[in-house]
């Protein structure tokens, strides 16, 4: 291989790694968005009773907006094995549903 061939193919490749870039971005953002809109059915279905319209609390129950990123553990043991009026979720939800249900409230959390 020449040096000329060699440099080339470096310029070829970094121009494959640049330009797939923002499709892998792209697909990502659509995932996490077609993840928010599941999260959004499985809220509507079992949670928005108790916890409100579109995640705004009327006082009674825990606000989930305000739910911080290091707050996921908390979330999905909660969420599974309830909370003192909170029944456990567990025997309902899927681990899918319930990742579904984090990418929804994060979405819509106070703090980003
Ligand atoms: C029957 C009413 C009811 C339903 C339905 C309900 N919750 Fe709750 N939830 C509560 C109450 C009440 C609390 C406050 C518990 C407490 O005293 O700390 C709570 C608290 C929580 C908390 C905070 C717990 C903590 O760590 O402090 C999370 C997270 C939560 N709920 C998620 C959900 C999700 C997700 C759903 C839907 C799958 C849901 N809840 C459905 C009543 C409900």
């Given at each position: 291989m020449t040096r000329s061939t060699a440099k080339s193919r470096r310029l070829v490749f970094a121009l494959a790694v640049s330009a797939l870039a923002p499709v892998a971005s792209a697909r990502e953002a659509a995932r996490d968005q077609a993840a928010i809109e599941a999260g959004e059915a499985v809220y509507n279905n079992?949670?928005?009773?108790?916890?409100?319209?579109?995640?705004?609390?009327?006082?009674?129950?825990?606000?989930?907006?305000?739910?911080?990123?290091?707050?996921r553990a908390r979330f999905e043991n909660s969420v599974r094995n309830g909370k003192s009026q909170m029944p456990p979720w567990k025997d309902v939800l899927s681990d899918e549903e319930i990742g579904q249900l984090w990418a929804y409230i994060r979405a819509n959390a106070n703090q980003k």
């Open positions: 079992y949670c928005q009773t108790c916890h409100g319209d579109r995640l705004v609390n009327t006082g009674q129950t825990f606000d989930l907006r305000r739910l911080t990123a290091g707050d």
